[in-house]
């Protein structure tokens, strides 16, 4: 019995060894010589499929991009300057509206809580636009970004590196492009000065630069590569992600190291910050025993919509707009028709 169990312990012992074994074999050192011999020839395709962008058909989609996203940040701004914005102090949360709800749904890290009341500060653009950068390559041909070389390469939005890819933006210029277009400068006084009439337009304006800046990254994503984490939602505008080792940096996250790349979409790149929205029939205050009841929509769609913005069909399964409310008085409302 003991030969048998000897004999067993030893084909697994040399079975484990072949597995683990860090010395290349004869077969793996021909797959490495293949490998060197056909790298050449793999960089010589991918700098020829470089010569083939930008697309000179895809270059004024582009450029609206840029002119939608231009009109979109000085019509936020501007109506910032009238309705309050308000965000919580310990996580995401985003409230569009004087005073802040009460829904029992700050799950913050630091808070150690499940479920708890937020508490509310004000709020600026980024809590509306949420901002996604990305590395900005020089061509699209260059080599995959090393861990190394992280702090070598500028951040940049990255809608504006992709119309840089397209073709809308030289790669020199688009640092200088970023500091005089994302920083629209608009004074108290030409907002007091303007009409109710005057700020619904404007609450369109936002509301149609805003679905023209999502349509148009939808149709450069079919042609320009994007890549985004599956963890940590880090976006990388290019045919292939970097290898800089930023996933999970953070104790509270399980995973640290390389990022888990797949391709990105558009919400990857102009991301839905969806928010909790106040409808005409809800309470001034939104309450937490009535959560089922009320209704959510993107933020920029809740503060147009606040402007007296027509708010487009396809929000409406999620706004409620003619659904039932909470009541104070009975806790399960008339179904009654």
């Not at 995401?92 to 150690?112: A, D, M, P, Q, W």
């Not at 070598?152 to 500091?179: F, T, W």
């Not at 939808?218 to 963890?231: E, G, I, M, T």
């Not at 487009?312 to 706004?319: E, F, R």
Request: a positive charge; charged letters at 25%; proline letters at 6%.
């Amino acid at each position: 019995m003991s030969n048998w169990r000897h004999k067993v312990w030893r084909n697994l012992s040399s079975f484990q060894g072949s597995c683990y074994s860090t010395t290349p074999s004869r077969t793996n050192k021909l797959k490495l010589d293949d490998l060197r011999k056909i790298r050449p020839m793999i960089l010589r395709r991918i700098e020829n499929r470089a010569k083939d962008y930008p697309v000179k058909e895809i270059v004024p989609v582009a450029e609206e991009i840029l002119i939608a996203r231009k009109n979109l940040l000085s019509n936020v701004t501007a109506l910032l300057k009238v309705f309050p914005v308000l965000t919580c102090k310990f996580c995401s949360e985003v409230f569009v509206g004087k005073e802040g709800h009460l829904i029992e749904t700050c799950r913050s890290y630091i808070r150690r809580g499940n479920n708890r009341l937020h508490e509310w500060v004000p709020g600026s653009i980024n809590d509306i636009l949420v901002p996604v950068e990305s590395y900005h390559l020089h061509n699209i041909s260059q080599g995959v970004i090393r861990h190394q070389q992280r702090f070598d390469y500028d951040r940049v939005p990255a809608i504006l590196e992709l119309c840089c890819q397209a073709g809308a933006i030289h790669p020199e210029e688009i640092l200088q492009y970023s500091k005089i277009h994302d920083n629209p400068q608009i004074s108290d006084e030409d907002i007091r000065s303007l009409p109710a009439g005057d700020l619904k337009y404007v609450g369109t304006n936002a509301q149609m630069a805003w679905e023209k800046v999502r349509a148009g990254v939808k149709k450069l994503l079919l042609v320009y590569p994007s890549k985004v984490c599956k963890r940590c939602k880090e976006v990388h505008v290019g045919p292939s992600g970097h290898k800089a080792r930023l996933c999970g940096v953070f104790k509270y996250e399980s995973w640290r190291g390389t990022h888990y790349w797949e391709k990105a979409g558009v919400n990857d790149l102009v991301p839905e910050k969806v928010v909790w929205h106040r409808r005409p029939q809800d309470p001034v205050v939104l309450v937490d025993e009535g959560r089922s009841y009320y209704g959510h929509a993107p933020a920029i769609v809740s503060l147009c919509s606040h402007a007296g913005a027509i708010v487009p069909v396809k929000y409406a399964c999620k706004m409620k707009p003619q659904g039932l409310s909470f009541s104070f008085t009975n806790s399960v409302p008339n179904l009654e028709t």
